[in-house]
């Protein structure tokens, strides 16, 4: 007995000896369990979040304003598709199955970034969407690039190639209906307000609030904390939005020159972690919809998934019958 | 409702970028026969032209060695001489 609980810390030593090394693991290695779970929950966290985040979009596919909008739009929500698989299969090599991440997620189980449990009612949201969550999640994933799990880190570094041109095809929306009439310059200026806010928040809560940073930091599964994450995405987006003569809705937002070590970044205003916690528990704007519209995606396609298994049962006897 | 149903067969998906290169492996994909494996491996793992050929292999049928076996199967710091600079040649002759 003591013998293994030896073994078992000489093996934890060596596990963090590799990490800090900055050698990957691969999903034959050993791992500690804790290390495990917290992955298999992030992975899976962040898969369901593409597929539920092709909801808020989706909703304005058959209503682009031009066929060229109607494209790219159409191939991001694709992407975002692929992207959840992607991340499925990375969360499978860790032992946990596709059909019981399926199940967490219909059954309202599993968590998904919050972001996509507010609405899309203007076409300026699509803008706003690719922009700021597109933006947000990039800060978030670039870094996800060089994570400690192989599997992760491979399927990070497809995603951020594809994810760029989201928010290009964001930012571009919002430039263009920034140019336009007024009436469109104040839908743009609107949908910004409205996702500004939940945008800061998708960093999750302050550092002092997050429970699984510090192992998450040791195990190099995370390079940064939430809030220098946030940091980062308010120093990018606040130019971004003067450019486009677009005004960022925080009124306590200003140059702070000791932010940044030194170098300078944008102080902003207080977080409504109120909010935060009420959309995570599940009581935000869309939290049922989002859920009912995945349910009976999975409950229409039934007979799709049973066509598809006898279309490959009929298969597999003829070849059997003409050897 | 979801747990009925079983499992679909899960495939490796290695794709070849261009003649000359080999097939590299970039993912899984969940299937229930071998042309559907095919057909959502390419919408899946090639929407910007990264290949241009595919292939899918049931992920039960690959045969992996023991990672804790690593020494036995891959040390070759014994076998120094299997390396080419282990010879000592005389500089002046060039490069060999």
């Known amino acids: ?323 | 409702m979801v747990s009925e149903e079983k499992e679909t067969t899960l495939w490796e998906v290695f794709i070849q970028p261009k003649n000359g290169l080999s097939h590299r492996h970039c993912g899984s994909i969940h299937a229930p026969d071998r042309e559907m494996a095919i057909i959502s491996a390419r919408n899946v793992y090639s929407r910007r032209g990264e290949g241009q050929s595919i292939w899918v292999v049931k992920s039960i049928d690959i045969v992996s060695s023991d990672p804790d076996e690593k020494e036995e199967n891959f040390s070759s710091d014994d076998k120094i001489y299997r390396h080419p600079t282990f010879y000592d040649v005389p500089d002046d002759v060039g490069h060999m």
């Open chain 1, 1 to 323: 007995m003591a013998r293994e609980q030896n073994g078992k810390i000489a093996s934890l030593e060596e596990f963090q000896e590799k990490i800090n090394r900055d050698e990957k693991i691969e999903p034959k290695d050993f791992m500690p369990e804790a290390y495990r779970k917290t992955l298999i929950r992030q992975i899976g966290q962040h898969a369901h979040s593409e597929v539920v985040g092709m909801l808020p979009e989706g909703n304005w596919i058959t209503r682009a304003p031009t066929l060229r909008r109607k494209l790219s739009l159409l191939a991001k929500v694709q992407d975002e598709a692929g992207h959840g698989l992607y991340l499925y299969c990375a969360a499978e090599t860790l032992g946990k199955s596709r059909m019981e991440m399926t199940q967490e997620l219909l059954s309202g189980k599993a968590k998904y970034s919050s972001i996509f449990n507010y609405p899309t009612p203007t076409w300026a949201d699509i803008g706003a969407i690719g922009w700021l969550v597109d933006g947000a999640a990039i800060m978030n994933q670039i870094p996800l690039c060089r994570c400690s799990y192989g599997p992760y880190a491979r399927a990070m570094i497809r995603i951020c190639k594809e994810e760029s041109f989201h928010q290009r095809q964001g930012y571009e929306i919002m430039l263009t209906l920034a140019k336009g009439t007024k009436a469109q310059k104040e839908m743009a200026q609107r949908a910004l307000n409205r996702w500004w806010w939940p945008s800061v928040m998708m960093f999750g809560p302050s550092d002092a609030d997050s429970p699984n940073t510090e192992n998450s930091v040791k195990w190099k599964i995370k390079r940064y904390t939430n809030d220098e994450l946030r940091q980062k995405f308010v120093d990018a987006i606040v130019p971004q939005a003067e450019k486009i003569g677009l005004v960022v809705p925080d009124k306590d937002l200003k140059w702070d020159k000791k932010r940044n070590n030194g170098k300078g970044g944008y102080a902003y205003g207080e977080i409504n972690w109120d909010e935060f916690w009420r959309v995570v528990k599940g009581n935000g704007p869309m939290n049922n919809e989002r859920i009912a519209a995945k349910q009976k995606a999975w409950n229409e396609g039934s007979w799709v998934r049973a066509a598809a298994d006898a279309h490959a049962l009929k298969k597999q006897t003829a070849l059997q019958a003409a050897e």
